[in-house]
């Protein structure tokens, strides 16, 4: 439950933060794809995540979408948690905003196309004790 009304997620999400590189590929056209863009990632479940960035439309393309919001646009990412193996996702934005600590940078929330289970892997992993034994 939330402050506002109920919880709407499916998946508990954990907090730490990850660096994300992503490109954005037109949903009218798919052979037009953004150049690399590097944010964070946080708010990561097996089913999505929020994206920090410092652009909403890399080399043009919007990052949700495209002309006149008629097609919604893709997000092919990359996720490099600290000292675990990087995973890939697909899939789109569902809502994107300011973001409020960072002035120029937006913040995304982004649907998974498919659930990743190395996500949720690392959520549980996040939440052990750090005094804990391997």
């Known amino acids: 439950m939330t402050l506002f009304g109920r919880e709407r997620r499916a998946k508990e999400r954990y907090r730490p933060l990850a660096t994300v590189v992503f490109t954005v590929r037109s949903g009218k056209d798919p052979g037009r794809v953004s150049s690399p863009v590097t944010g964070e990632g946080q708010d990561v479940s097996s089913m999505g995540m929020s994206v920090v960035t410092p652009r909403l439309a ?47 940078f937006y913040i995304f929330g982004m649907r998974f196309d498919q659930e990743t289970p190395a996500l949720e892997e690392l959520r549980l992993s996040s939440r052990k004790d750090p005094g804990e034994g391997a």
Request: hydrophobic fraction near 45%.
């Open 58 to 104: 890399p080399d043009g393309i919007h990052i949700m979408y495209d002309t006149l919001m008629t097609y919604r646009n893709r997000i092919d990412a990359t996720i490099f948690p600290e000292g675990k193996p990087p995973v890939r996702v697909q899939g789109t934005v569902i809502w994107f905003r300011a973001a409020e600590a960072l002035a120029g």
